[in-house]
């Protein structure tokens, strides 16, 4: 008999070994997941919130881990020229972009709205060279009944942080 109690307390001991083991390792594993999902990115606005009727619209500006989304600037003045407009809307992409740590240079994307598809040379000429040695993707297209705002062109674009 005493070999079967001595079997009983091995296993015990060995039962009580190993939950201790797999407790603490459930527990580490629970708390890693729960510090990844806190390391998780979140995102941030940074730019101002266009409202509607004193109801939040869309955010100029949004950050999210390393990446910066911008939304649609617009050239909203005179004169009502393209390449004076295309030069306001690159001017405010750029502002946005040093206020949030990131630079024309570090833009991904970028996509271009004409509210005329007859500017596009000349648009070109003034977007030509303004994001750096290696240019951002762009998609262009214009618009059916214009840009909002009157402006002859708007952009918005992503890019990223530092």
Not at 8 to 17: C, H, I, Q
Not at 138 to 143: F, L, N
């Amino acid at each position: 008999m005493e070999d079967k109690t001595t079997r009983r307390a091995s296993f015990k001991k060995l039962g009580m070994g190993l939950a201790a083991i797999f407790g603490v390792g459930t527990v580490n594993a629970m708390s890693k997941k729960s510090e990844e999902k806190s390391a998780k990115p979140k995102k941030e606005v940074v730019g101002e919130i266009v409202t509607d009727q004193d109801i939040p619209l869309f955010s100029g500006a949004v950050k999210h881990g390393n990446t910066l989304y911008i939304a649609g600037k617009g050239a909203h003045t005179e004169p009502f020229e393209i390449k004076a407009h295309t030069e306001i809307v690159l001017k405010e992409l750029e502002r946005e972009l040093k206020a949030n740590g990131s630079s024309m240079e570090q833009v991904l994307k970028v996509n271009v709205y004409l509210a005329d598809l007859g500017d596009y040379k000349a648009m070109n000429e003034v977007f030509r060279g303004r994001f750096g040695k290696n240019p951002p993707v762009r998609t262009t297209v214009a618009t059916y009944g214009g840009v909002p705002g009157d402006s002859l062109v708007e952009m918005d674009c992503i890019a990223a942080l530092d």
